[in-house]
């Protein structure tokens, strides 16, 4: 077990006071069987009226409504958590699901349909080239096994590059380009394996390990928030895979929301209301550290 904090500041800068609309935060983790929230922390300034809702995914969203005007806006948010992450258990995936192609569970198809259908245009079938491929380097039809050598080949064949901009580039864009960031990295994943008939999911949180971040041991994506993907297999569940770091299971990932498409993830989202020039741009800082182990009860 981990017991990490994590901190989370937003500045945006304008040139002249302006008004804010309402603004969508996503920072708070849901408790889980390997993730308990232990403390949170949240400043807004200017001073904004708060409300927390359940998204359609059941993802913790925080509302800030404004009522005064100011030149720097600033969401810092902070939370401690107890990470117990685990191996995949994937000798429990389904004897049926250990090869490909499969198919669902006509009783868990309804609830998986839309993470199973390809969302983005792909009109020359470039992405279903590109995992056939990938697939025929691999040499194997056995389900984690292709799942493991796409996972590997996004992370060997594209460059990664951090981006501050908002939006997510379309898988083709990310092909065409060669490069992207995680969240690109992330979306290519999910629309390669739904080519495959699978059913995948965008996750958006941080990265952690305080021996891998550094600068020698090839991890990138830390300092920002970061994207991954889930790929439900029967059996085992919904498994983590993150494309940018070549990182099968979670021990390095601390999830926040869960969505199917990267655009209801994103970590902070609104606009203000003045002049087109008056945004002077935005800076980000995340830092994840992990703090001594709580003592385990004895009782």
């Known amino acids: 077990m981990a017991r990490l904090k994590v901190s989370h500041k937003t500045v945006y800068r304008y040139s002249e006071p302006v008004a804010f ?3 969508r935060f ?26 927390w809702i359940h ?19 600033v969401f810092d948010s902070t939370f401690v958590a107890e990470h117990y992450p685990t191996t995949p258990d994937v000798d429990m995936i389904e004897t049926y699901a250990e090869r490909l192609p499969f198919s669902y569970d006509a009783s868990e198809i309804p609830d998986l349909a839309r993470c199973n259908e390809r969302q983005y245009r792909d009109p020359e079938h470039r992405v279903d080239a590109w995992v056939r491929n990938v697939c025929a380097d691999a040499g194997t039809d056995r389900t984690l096994d292709v799942l493991i050598a796409i996972t590997h080949a996004i992370k060997a064949q594209f460059a990664y590059e951090s981006r501050n901009e908002e939006g997510t580039r379309t898988p083709i864009e990310t ?3 060669g490069s992207g960031s995680c969240r690109d ?6 629309e390669a394996v739904r080519s495959l008939g699978l059913a995948a999911r965008f996750v958006s ?13 090839g991890m990138v994506g830390g300092g920002a928030s970061h994207a991954w993907v889930h790929v439900y297999l029967p059996g085992a569940g919904w498994l983590p ?12 990932l601390i999830r926040v929301a869960v969505v199917r498409d990267p655009s209801q993830a994103a970590p902070l989202t609104g606009s203000y209301i003045g002049s087109p020039d008056a945004f002077r741009g935005m800076t980000v800082e995340v830092k994840v550290t992990v703090e001594s182990a709580a003592p385990e009860n004895t009782a």
């Not at 708070?28 to 232990?38: C, G, T």
């Not at 998204?55 to 806006?73: P, R």
């Open 21 to 23: 609309s309402e603004h």
């Open 26 to 51: 996503m920072c708070r983790p849901r408790d889980s069987h390997d993730l308990r929230l232990v403390d949170t922390g949240i400043s807004i300034n200017p001073p904004a009226k708060l409300r």
């Open 55 to 73: 998204d359609v995914f059941s993802n913790s969203v925080l509302i800030a409504s404004f009522e005064e005007q100011a030149s720097e806006l």
């Open 175 to 177: 092909l065409n380009l």
């Open 185 to 190: 990295f992330a979306l290519f994943m999910m």
């Open 205 to 217: 949180g941080y990265l952690y390990d305080e021996s891998l971040l550094g600068a020698e041991s």
């Open 241 to 252: 895979f993150d494309p940018t770091n070549a990182i099968v299971g979670g021990r390095n």
